[in-house]
Structures are given as C-alpha cells and as structure tokens.
C-alpha cells in the first residue's frame, strides 16, 4: 500500500512544486502500516464501511485529492459504500 500516494509525490514534485501536499494512506489492516511510514506516509486504520470516520481517520480538515485503487473494486462498490462516497464528493 502506498506506492500509489508515492507515485502522486513524485508528480507533485515534479509538475506543482509549490503546493504542499499531506499524504495519508488509510487501511484497515494496521499490518500495512510499517510499509507506508517506510515510504514517508501518515497511516490511519479505516474501515471502508465507516464513510463518517474518513476525515477524522485521516487527520485532514479537506480532502482535495482522493486515491482510490483495489479498495474501490472490491471493497466498496456496495450501495453503502457509494452512498457515503457519493455524499462526500457532493459536499
């Protein structure tokens, strides 16, 4: 986990150097969390089906930019998960 938010340091970096970005990478299996602080990421355990704990689990006021891999596919494409994700985008 991870290598997706490395990849959009790497292009922030390269392509908008002025904008500070807070990269957080979010999973519920705490195990994961060694590796992602290994590439220089926060870790927060977030449970997918939890939508209302999503900013308090990433210590974010706002989220501007959102990665959402495998988790998308074969987590989350449920009506719960797609209701809370839809409110969060419109908001």
Same mark, same amino acid.
């Given at each position: 986990?991870?290598?997706?938010?490395?990849?959009?340091?790497?292009?922030?970096?390269?392509?908008?150097?002025?904008?500070?970005?807070d990269l957080v990478s979010l999973d519920l299996a705490v195990s994961?969390?060694?590796?992602? #602080?290994?590439?220089?990421?926060?870790?927060?355990?977030?449970?997918?089906?939890?939508?209302?704990?999503?900013?308090?689990?990433?210590g974010c006021e706002r989220i501007d930019l959102a990665v959402i891999?495998?988790?998308?596919?074969?987590?989350?494409?449920? #009506?719960?998960?797609?209701?809370?994700?839809?409110?969060?985008?419109?908001?």
């Open positions: 986990p991870g290598f997706e938010l490395l990849a959009v340091r790497l292009f922030f970096e390269k392509h908008l150097p002025e904008l500070g970005v994961w969390r060694p590796f992602a #602080e290994g590439l220089g990421l926060r870790f927060g355990v977030w449970d997918v089906n939890d939508g209302a704990a999503l900013m308090s689990t990433s891999s495998y988790v998308l596919y074969h987590y989350m494409s449920n #009506e719960h998960c797609a209701g809370w994700l839809a409110e969060h985008i419109c908001s």
